[in-house]
């Protein structure tokens, strides 16, 4: 890990005593939290990195509960750490002494309206109630992400969620057309437009998105819809190196635009890891093929031909000899087959060992050299590392994830983490890449930004947290260390 | 006029001079201008609402070039406005006192690249400029506003621009993917990313994107390019009323999905006066309809057949009584005369004498309530009002203008300007709309923005100003003002 737990907070006592008598007064016992047995789920973590601490945990229900909280704790300079569905992957959500606001219990779907094409949620429905809601209007809410069933809209939009349909609907930013923000002093500001247009000043909205709970508390949102897809087809291609699949991208969008709504790679490393492990999982193509694309196309329109646009662009590529073999799914169970290929992936790899992960993006054009590049650099600092680079190739975002050698110590693997993200990350930057595509910053990578990120960035943002939160109270530690641009001039 | 000219600045005298002696040292004689006939066309704004004034031009030829005059300008105490294609329409790239700094030496598209599908231009390249370097890479940039031939980049994002491609395409903002931008300070911020998925840190692209140049002076910026359409279909509908046409686009749009890329209305009068007046144009529809819904299907399919879905939809609009008539495009020649319908409207107002203007958006559920109400409320007002509604229905956008009543003296019509803004703007306040869908704040709009914005959001605008200009130097008094909290809580 290249991030460790930060020394706990101390929260004066007495101030904490009293605003917490207050809250629960007001909040009622569902509202304030201070059993261990209860407040155990929340401070653990999904991948077990940091062991989290809180005084308490506040579960208000309402916006105006919220707000009583944040204006409550920011008279008694108390430190607040915001968390929808604790899924997330970089520590984000995990308090270390500040007390815990939970925002489970605002959970309601306010609207939904399909003229509009729009759905009002609150910050703790679930990804798989929001895009149920909008299925029931007979819409789509496109974000796609594996923890849709447990990861809530507060975490998605406080993430910037991204997933598997960002090629042709965006992340959860360009998702996102309003919000309601409680701020640091507590003032609710209500942000929920609905509109398509609206050029009346500075934009409000992005500064909360992907700021993870650092700049405000985002209570709910309004979301995009688009009109629901009627047809599908999906098909998986074997591929003799990420050139070929880039060309192939390439081929594919320009004949097939917005129909192309997934397109993911895979090499033969991650291919025979799922079908060695995971049950149910079914070979696709007979023959050996060093990378395979997953492909989506989808449309509106009833018994569109997607199958025939899949296959005029097959035939182009396998004549351009960018596609060696391919197979186009013939039913919906066919097309969830090929899906559970990518889908089984990440589980997949737990039984290789030890796995060193990187969530990193390159320009979509770079994607190719990179992999390439850092498989090479990987394998020549550690021979029989095994590379597997797979994940939403149509957007630059690469999981490049390195399985240990087979017969090494998982514990002797796991030691050279920091060595691999050096490598891995300075050929990151090197690109004019990201070192965190979709997960964020969070804890685990906040020295990683002060390494990486330009210096002026960093200067702007320390600007906005000052002032936006200029206590310190939300989230603190998180994304931004009060030593961020120090460390950088050192 | 809802807005009038502020006060002009004064410069301090002697830092003013030896900032300019300094600045024509470095940047040459094209870099600085101050003779008058010279300086005219800058201080001109398109629709002579207001008359500027400036010390001197300056006119950089690069980034390094602009952050030597914003320093320089910085260490002096100096303003700046900045200016790119000066067509904005609410008075933003005006100057009255301050020095102006002009983009439109920066004038270099910078790298197009088709796997990326980016555009990379400088602020002063025109949108026509942009479009035909996307277009030489086979891509498209969609961006699609009037001003196309003689707008510049800058502008575009300094505003937030809008058109008639949003409905698929989003505004600019949707339409960027990073920036390159002039601190107040003159640091440069290089956040050219072309990056998809990037969630190190704060947004920093958006708080620029729609600023009107009041927080940075924005240099370059990496553009989103798409797929080139190589289909396309426009047909013109004629319906019964603005309900009618909202119906259509829901059903358009559910069964056409990204396919449909414009949906446009007109009312009556519109049509009508441009058929009057225009030379060359040609009534598409025989029959007598209270409202036109002209609308655009492409796919970046070859020969994908959108004339059958264009009827399939049709036919199903016709049966539920939502559309009167309809005629479909039958070449290329008939779509560019069914859209030269629609855009001549605003150059066809004009023979009907003084027009009062609204650029508002609400919901597009509104769209058919507010055109119904607000019609009635203004025909109430004064008796023989001709309201022509119309404009981008698809994003709730539209274009509510006032023509004169036949017989009316244009300037008596004219001196009720601000009486319609308060019913028409009311009316949208209350729907939850905006009173600037695309044109922005500038000048002409900031007390209406006092009036109208969420007390909150003023107030998180005003801490944004003062964290990113704190001086307040970059085009002073524009979209806020000093006194906007102040106004708004007396």
Redesign the interface.
């Known amino acids: 890990m290249s991030s460790t737990a930060p020394a706990p907070l101390a929260l004066p006592h007495d101030r904490l005593a009293g605003a917490l008598a207050a809250l629960a007064a007001r909040l009622g016992p569902r509202g304030v939290v201070t059993d261990p047995a209860a407040m155990a789920p929340y401070l653990i973590e999904p991948r077990g990195l940091y062991a989290g601490a809180a005084p308490a945990i506040l579960r208000p229900a309402t916006t105006a509960e919220v707000a009583d909280c944040v204006a409550t704790c920011a008279e008694a300079g108390l430190a607040l750490v915001p968390q929808s569905g604790n899924t997330g992957l970089v520590g984000g959500q995990v308090p270390f002494g500040a007390l815990l606001l939970s925002l489970e219990r605002l959970d309601k779907v306010r609207a939904v309206?399909?003229?509009?094409?729009?759905l009002t949620v609150e910050a703790g429905v679930t990804l798989h109630a929001a895009r149920a809601a909008a299925e029931a209007a007979?819409c789509l809410f496109p974000l796609s992400i594996a923890s849709e069933g447990t990861c809530r809209i507060g975490g998605n939009l406080a993430?910037?969620a991204?997933g598997t349909a960002?090629?042709?609907y965006?992340?959860m930013?360009?998702l996102t057309l309003g919000l309601e923000v409680v701020?640091a002093d507590g003032?609710?500001?209500?942000?929920l437009?609905?509109?398509?247009?609206?050029?009346?000043?500075?934009?409000?909205k992005?500064?909360f998105?992907?700021?993870e709970g650092t700049?405000g508390i985002i209570t709910a949102a309004v979301l995009r819809l688009?009109?629901?897809?009627r047809s599908r087809t999906t098909f998986l291609a074997g591929l003799a190196d990420p050139h070929a699949v880039?060309a192939f991208?390439?081929r594919l969008?320009?004949?097939?635009?917005?129909?192309v709504t997934g397109f993911e790679m895979m090499p033969r490393f991650g291919m025979e890891t799922v079908l060695a492990h995971m049950p149910g999982a079914v070979r696709a193509l007979a023959g050996d093929h060093a990378f395979f694309a997953l492909a989506e196309l989808t449309?509106?329109?009833?018994d569109d031909d997607l199958p025939a646009?899949a296959e005029a662009v097959l035939a182009e590529a396998f004549a351009a000899g960018e596609v060696e073999d391919a197979v186009i799914a013939a039913s919906e169970a066919q097309s969830e087959a090929l899906w559970k290929l990518r889908e089984d992936l990440s589980e997949a790899q737990k039984f290789e060992g030890g796995s060193i992960k990187h969530d990193v993006?390159?320009?979509?054009?770079r994607v190719a050299d990179f992999v390439v590049t850092a498989s090479r650099l990987c394998a020549a600092h550690m021979p029989g590392v095994r590379v597997c680079a797979f994940g939403?190739v149509g957007?630059?975002?690469i999981h490049f994830n390195l399985s240990q050698p087979v017969g090494m110590e998982k514990a002797a693997f796991l030691a050279r983490w920091e060595e691999f993200n050096r490598l891995v990350h300075d050929h990151v930057a090197a690109l004019?890449?990201?070192?965190?595509?979709?997960?964020?910053?969070g804890l685990l990578?906040r020295e990683e930004?002060v390494r990486?990120?330009?210096e002026?960035?960093?200067d702007?943002?320390a600007?906005?947290k000052?002032?936006?939160d200029p206590k310190g109270l939300l989230n603190p530690g998180k994304?931004?260390t009060p030593s961020s641009r120090a460390a950088r001039s050192s």
Chains 1, 2 share one sequence.
Not at 113 to 118: F, G, H, R, Y
Not at 187 to 191: D, H, K, T
Not at 253 to 259: I, K, L, N
């Open positions: 309206d399909a003229t509009d094409l729009t007979d993430t910037n991204g960002v090629l042709r965006g992340n930013r360009e701020l003032r609710v500001w209500n942000g437009s609905r509109l398509r247009k609206d050029n009346t000043g500075y934009d409000l992005d500064l998105v992907g700021s700049l688009f009109p629901k897809s880039l991208l390439r969008r320009a004949a097939g635009g917005d129909a449309s509106t329109r009833r646009l993006s390159v320009p979509v054009s939403h957007d630059g975002n004019g890449g990201s070192i965190s595509a979709e997960h964020g910053i990578k930004l990486y990120k330009d002026v960035a960093l702007l943002m600007a906005l000052a002032a936006l994304v931004l």
